[in-house]
């Protein structure tokens, strides 16, 4: 029973192609398929409300080669040149055959291609130049199985056509152990150009190095999860005693037999991602042998790597100098509004110093310590478009979205028109915008603070017989300004605010009055209004990219190496130590472990944070 006052919904099934088209698609007893297997030829339920097994799997497919050619001209003068091919496939199914269209798992293809070459110029007995340039092109596609390409379902079956023109929708909400068809597809074409030089010269008791490095950094993102025919979600809320959250019953599968459209989101014009980096690096060493015992590494290394920037602007920012100013906050396009073409100022003054000591204590003990400053690199954090402009303009499902106004979205009875693009709704313009529909823009800090991490060792080895080695370590390491989790929003009040209205027995959920001429959306609740941004009442405003991240890290370590002869080693290794932060994770740049994506406890207060990492190892032996 339901809304519809209907308990039997066959005749609109009959009259229901798609809905008709996927029942004939899913697994019965009478024709499970390759992967489904029933307990009983009935299929009924047991106690635990199980009637079947599925099976999943995955074919790995990975014939790389690479052929490489080395060639000396004379004495001074060889060249090498190598050419890399890493194709992978992984062809998948789930529960159903992969010539189900419906199937809801996707093809991976990832083809990697690398060419490098090198030269090496020997100028004179003591000075030697290196040159290398590489390119390494990889793309990875995450395609629908080739049956669900075979036509456009969703046009074919009376639902809003795929703006790709092909394809199987998504469907979700049926109540199943796996879904219907997926949107989670995508297309991604990553370039990395690598030009650079090194020169070595020694004179007298000096090593030296000379060098520069400049990379070009692509990642084209091309987000096709809404392309295919989009995503639907059907729900038993529609076919419940109320069609509400609060009724009882309903059905999922009747409210795909009745057309009523939960929810549906589509992609309505393809915006990719372009994004671009630049790293530009010069360095000069020393190894400098000042007496037998004691040698001196001095070095300096300039580096800089531009923020991302987009070849066509299009990344939304809140405008940090309206961001103070509730009544103006606003966002723009990079390269509007004052803003740059980097998602943040450009820090050039990269200065990274490292110095090392190597002493020779007596015969038997040699003393090392070391620092230095390294930056962290900028990219790698993620691989989605951000923020990802292939959304519509308006919300579509319930009452909202159709032909009809203000009526039940049903894709036989009320379906859903062409809908428009959130990018395509924004005309052509840059900025201001005071409000947004459809997309999150990001808010990004606009200072030309880059993460760095500071190291620090100190060690001493001591040689205990002529086969025994006897090592004791200490290392430290801070870093500072690091990268932390993308997921805080900065349009929620402050948890003072919200204990005041608590207090204050403020029902949050009441809808607020905007007076006129403020800032504000109409039919906003209370806390929605206590947002800081009323202008973006139902918009989060992640922010990406922050760098106010903090580590720390002390250790000793203590090792001993005996060689026994006849190629037998024995190592054996303690360590003690600690690590502190207040983000997810501070190694590397290529995104968050599963140990703390969580939203922080107080996102106005990172450093609330600070704790004992989620890597930390306090012993190990």
Same mark, same amino acid.
């Given at each position: 029973t339901g ?16 809905a008709?088209?996927i ?5 019965t007893?009478?024709?499970?398929? &390759? !992967? ?7 299929? $009924?339920?047991?106690?635990s409300?199980?009637n ?10 990975? +014939? ?8 000396q001209?004379?004495n ?7 050419? $890399?091919?890493? @194709? ?7 529960g159903?055959a992969?010539s189900?269209?419906?199937?809801q798992?996707?093809?991976d293809?990832?083809?990697?291609r ?6 090496t ?22 395609t629908p ?7 456009d379902f969703?046009a ?6 795929a ?10 909400g ?17 370039? *990395? ?12 008791k ?6 520069g490095?400049?990379r070009?950094?692509q990642?084209n993102?091309?987000?096709t999860? *809404?392309?295919f025919?989009?995503?639907y979600n059907?729900s ?15 059905s999922n599968?009747?409210?795909?037999d009745?057309?009523?459209?939960y929810? !549906?989101?589509?992609?309505?014009? &393809? ?25 001196? +590494? ?8 531009? @923020?991302r920037?987009e ?15 509730p ?17 943040w ?6 200065f ?6 190597s ?11 070391a620092?230095?400053?390294f ?11 951000d923020?990802?402009? *292939? ?20 894709y036989?009875?009320? @379906?859903v028109?062409?809908?428009v693009?959130?990018? $395509? ?11 947004s ?5 990001? !808010?990004v800090?606009?200072t030309s603070?880059?993460?760095y991490m ?14 025994t080695?006897?090592?004791?370590? !200490?290392?430290g390491n801070?870093?500072t ?10 349009n ?17 959920g ?7 001429g ?12 206590? *947002? &800081?941004?009323p202008?973006f009442a ?10 106010r991240g903090?580590?720390?890290?002390n250790?000793?370590y203590a090792s001993?190496?005996?060689r026994y002869?006849q ?18 994770n ?12 969580n939203?922080?406890q107080?996102p ?15 012993s190990?032996?």
């Amino acid at each position: 029973t339901g809304p519809s006052g209907l308990d039997d919904v066959s005749a609109q099934l009959a009259a229901n192609p798609f809905a008709k088209f996927i029942m004939s698609l899913l697994p019965t007893p009478s024709n499970p398929g &390759p !992967y489904v297997i029933y307990d009983n030829p009935q299929g $009924t339920f047991d106690l635990s409300a199980h009637n079947a097994s599925y099976i999943r799997g995955v074919t790995d497919i990975d +014939n790389r080669y690479s052929i490489r050619i080395d060639h000396q001209f004379n004495n001074r003068n060889q060249i090498f040149a190598r050419y $890399t091919v890493e @194709p992978i496939s992984g062809p998948r199914f789930f529960g159903v055959a992969p010539s189900n269209p419906m199937d809801q798992v996707q093809d991976d293809v990832i083809t990697s291609r690398d060419i490098a070459t090198g030269y090496t110029l020997i100028l004179s007995n003591n000075l030697v130049n290196n040159f290398h340039y590489s390119l390494i092109r990889s793309i990875e596609d995450r395609t629908p199985e080739p049956s669900g390409l075979t036509t456009d379902f969703a046009a074919k079956y009376g639902l809003t056509p795929a703006t790709l023109g092909k394809g199987f929708p998504s469907v979700g909400g049926l109540g199943f152990a796996y879904s219907v068809g997926n949107g989670g597809y995508y297309d991604n074409v990553d370039q *990395n150009f690598d030009l650079g030089d090194a020169l070595t010269w020694t004179k007298g008791k000096h090593l030296f190095q000379f060098g520069g490095d400049d990379r070009w950094i692509q990642s084209n993102l091309y987000d096709t999860a *809404n392309e295919f025919g989009g995503s639907y979600n059907f729900s038993s809320v529609m076919t419940n005693t109320t069609g509400t959250g609060s009724g009882s019953g309903g059905s999922n599968l009747a409210t795909l037999d009745l057309g009523d459209i939960y929810s !549906y989101q589509a992609a309505p014009v &393809p915006v990719p991602g372009y994004y671009r980096w630049h790293y530009y690096a010069l360095f000069a060493q020393d190894d400098w042998r000042i007496l037998p015992k004691l040698t001196l +590494n001095l070095g300096l290394r300039w580096e800089t790597e531009t @923020p991302r920037k987009e070849k066509f602007n299009n990344q939304a920012i809140m405008v940090a100098s309206t961001m103070a100013n509730p009544n103006t906050a606003a966002f723009c396009f990079s390269g509007s509004c004052g803003l740059g073409q980097g998602l943040w100022p450009t820090n050039w003054h990269g200065f990274e110093p490292r110095v090392g000591i190597s002493y020779l204590a007596t015969p038997k003990i040699t003393v090392h310590a070391a620092y230095g400053l390294f930056r962290t690199p900028l990219t790698g954090y993620e691989n989605v478009p951000d923020p990802d402009f *292939n959304v519509a303009s308006a919300t579509i499902g319930n009452q909202t979205g159709g032909t009809i106004p203000n009526s039940t979205v049903n894709y036989i009875t009320n @379906p859903v028109p062409k809908l428009v693009s959130a990018y $395509t709704a924004l005309g052509g313009s840059r900025g201001p915008f005071y409000s947004s529909s459809g997309f999150n823009p990001d !808010y990004v800090e606009q200072t030309s603070a880059v993460p760095y991490m500071q190291d620090w060792s100190l060690s001493v080895q001591y040689e205990l017989s002529p086969n025994t080695i006897v090592q004791v370590a !200490y290392q430290g390491n801070k870093g500072t300004h690091l990268i932390g989790s993308f997921a805080s929003s900065k349009n929620i009040p402050t948890l003072a605010t919200l204990q005041a209205n608590v207090a204050a027995g403020v029902n949050l959920g009441g809808t607020a009055i905007v007076p006129a001429g403020s800032v504000g959306v109409s039919g906003e609740n209370v806390l929605q209004a206590l *947002n &800081p941004y009323p202008g973006f009442a139902n918009v989060s405003l992640p922010e990406i990219y922050p760098r106010r991240g903090s580590s720390s890290y002390n250790a000793l370590y203590a090792s001993i190496v005996h060689r026994y002869g006849q190629g037998l080693t024995m190592t054996g290794y303690y360590s003690w130590g600690k690590s502190l932060d207040n983000v997810p994770n501070v190694i590397g740049g290529t995104g968050f472990g599963s140990i703390s994506m969580n939203v922080p406890q107080d996102p106005h207060n990172e450093f609330g944070e600070w704790s004992v990492s989620g890597f930390d190892v306090p012993s190990l032996l």
